[in-house]
């Protein structure tokens, strides 16, 4: 019964506040520059076939700068809490830290800039960064005899982890030294297991903890969660194989064996969601929700592009719904459920009052975000589908404002968190 083990483990387990939160913070700074470049550089976005440049600086922002710096702070927290074993060593969490992010400072600046030698430093330490993470991880992992419906998306994401890094190197190497084959071939198979195979099993494998613990539900279905996951898996193995050899049947098989597994999880999902006792889930719910509608549909999107039909239009739409639909969609509903309840425990101590998660969760500036978020897929989306800068423009400025009301929500948990341990008084 993972739910009442995550619940008995978190409080004991917790690491100091400024391991998770570094890399939240990190996360929510990233999210508001990559709207800042496409806000700046929209005309770019229509058409974008890949290729160093500003979008793809814009692109890695997200996907490392938000997406894996959330994943990295998730995962050193959530994990000892479930499987009841502390990390092997906190300073390799700090140290992850202080790899991976001046890693992704300098890999986008290097992307943005066309500078070949910022991109392979900046690859090279987030390359270093994800290695030490990975090695936290598979370290907490192999110690766990249980809850198997979350090591095995666990150890699926690691192995997904180490592979986009890989590819993702030997793409920026290309760029310099010409060594790939096929370099569309291999960065679709990037783009494939880094957003769906990494962030996706991450993000389907916590479900199965955070999912009935924001709706305070009865436990998945972990039966049928883990079919989904190697249905799903086996989906991943062949569309990525297929994009490697360049063989279209394959492709679509593939796609179509994750399709159906991510349909098998969402139905264990929907079973979860039918046993909530609390009704009401707020903002975060209605992002989480079209986080889960967007995955299949950026599927759709890329077999579209692959069957060439209007590629100049299915292609970005493709990467666009990935990872700002899906992706940060998805994302975003979890993080601002999990770092309340995070800050709240660690306020509980003797002779002080602690903070209830509702008070670090102001409804406005979450609602800004929601709806800045909301506005930004949209009209990102029809601007890439008319090919019109000035929709993506418009699209990223309400992506910008609803950074800055995240931004916000997060600068008034920090400050009451701070508050609370140098005064200690009662808030
Ligand atoms: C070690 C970390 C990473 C490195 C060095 C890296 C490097 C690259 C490079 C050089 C490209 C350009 C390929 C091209 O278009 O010519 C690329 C494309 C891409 N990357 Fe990454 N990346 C990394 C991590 C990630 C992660 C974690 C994600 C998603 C969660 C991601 C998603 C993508 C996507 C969607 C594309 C576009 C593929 C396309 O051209 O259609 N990358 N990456």
């Known amino acids: 019964m993972i739910f009442g083990d995550f619940m008995m483990g978190a409080r004991s387990r917790l690491l100091g506040p400024s391991i998770p939160f570094r890399f939240f913070g990190a996360a929510v700074f990233f999210q508001f520059a990559a709207w800042v470049l496409i806000v700046v550089y929209a005309d770019e976005m229509p058409g974008f076939q890949g290729g160093p440049g500003e979008m793809l600086a814009a692109l890695h922002l997200v996907t490392l700068g938000v997406a894996v710096m959330t994943a990295m702070g998730a995962a050193f927290q959530i994990l000892p809490a479930v499987t009841k074993r502390p ?71 690691l192995t997904c982890l180490l592979l986009l890094a890989v590819f993702g190197l030997s793409l920026v190497a290309d760029f310099d030294y010409g060594i790939l084959p096929d370099h569309l071939g291999v960065a679709l198979a990037h783009a494939v297991v880094a957003a769906y195979g990494f962030m996706g099993m991450l993000a389907l494998g916590f479900s199965f903890i955070l999912i009935p613990l924001f709706g305070l539900s009865a436990p998945a279905d972990e039966r049928n969660g883990r079919r989904a996951a190697w249905v799903i898996t086996g989906g991943l193995s062949l569309t990525v194989v297929a994009l490697l050899v360049g063989n279209s049947p394959l492709l679509f098989a593939g796609a179509a064996l994750g399709v159906a597994g991510l349909g098998l999880h969402l139905r264990v999902m929907a079973k979860v969601m039918k046993s909530r006792m609390r009704e009401a889930l707020g903002d975060s719910f209605v992002l989480i929700r079209l986080g889960w509608v967007l995955l299949p549909v950026s599927v759709g999107f890329g077999l579209t592009a692959a069957a060439g039909v209007a590629v100049d239009r299915t292609g970005p739409l ?41 008070s670090l969760t102001p409804a406005r500036p979450l609602r800004v975000h929601m709806i800045g978020h909301l506005g930004a897929v949209l009209l990102v989306a029809v601007g890439l589908a008319c090919d019109s800068g000035l929709a993506v423009r418009l699209g990223a400025f309400s992506g910008l404002i609803g950074s800055l009301g995240f931004a916000t929500f997060f600068a008034n948990m920090i400050w009451k968190l701070w508050r609370h341990h140098t005064k200690g008084r009662k808030c």
Do not use: Y
Request: proline share 4%; aromatic share 12%; charged share 10%.
């Open 87 to 157: 990390l092997r060593s906190v300073v390799a969490c700090k140290a992850t830290f202080w790899l991976f992010f001046p890693g992704v400072l300098a890999l986008t600046h290097g992307m943005g800039h066309q500078q070949l030698w910022a991109m392979e430093i900046g690859g090279g330490l987030v390359a270093c960064g994800i290695l030490l993470f990975a090695g936290l991880v598979a370290d907490n992992l192999r110690q766990v005899g249980d809850m198997k419906v979350v090591t095995d998306h666990l150890w699926v994401a």
């Open 318 to 358: 493709f990467g666009f719904i990935l990872v700002f639909g899906w992706l940060l969609s998805f994302l975003m509903g979890v993080l601002q459920r999990i770092m309340p309840f995070l800050a709240s425990m660690h306020t509980v101590r003797p002779g002080a009052k602690p903070i209830l998660v509702s």
